[in-house]
């Protein structure tokens, strides 16, 4: 199986939109990414798993399911990056390939040497953006392929349909 573990502040700290969103609504922009890689999710079959850091919050780990994502905030004194280097050993399985987004270089070295593969802020956006274009595309053709809603009849089955509609026979 195939999983993307993303570092979700550091994304919302690098791309444009969330950076924008981030500005008036921190809680919309963590949203608006796990909206954005929920439809990565779907298009590529990936897993994908996103860390928001928790460090110096009280309370505990939470963990939920969010469009199919799997969101983690950390637990109290521990960071994104433990967190993230945690599961990445976990995870790490001969059947397993794991990507990790981050653009904190310490921590893509790190992942690295535990047998990830590391996939910058900007490299994931350009994914994304990528899927998005194809699914767009997909729609359209799907749009363009579909039937107009009308049946086309012969003559013949048309003046029959006209005249039962009509109450005539």
Known sequence: MDILIVDGYNMIGAWPELIELKKKDLAA????LIELLADYQGFT??????????????????????????????????????RIEKLAMELHHIRNKIYVATS???EQWVIFGQGAL??????????IEDTERKIESRIEKTRVQAPTGKIILSQDLTEIFEKWRRGKK
């Open 104 to 106: 904190d270089f310490t």
């Open 29 to 32: 922009a963590r949203d608006r």
């Open 45 to 82: 079959g990936l897993k994908v798993i996103v860390v928001f850091d928790a460090y110096h919050v009280r309370g505990n780990e939470k963990k939920y399911l969010n469009h199919k994502v799997e969101v983690i905030y950390t637990k109290s004194e521990e960071t994104a990056d433990e």
């Open 118 to 127: 590391r996939i910058s802020a900007r490299e994931l956006l350009k994914e």
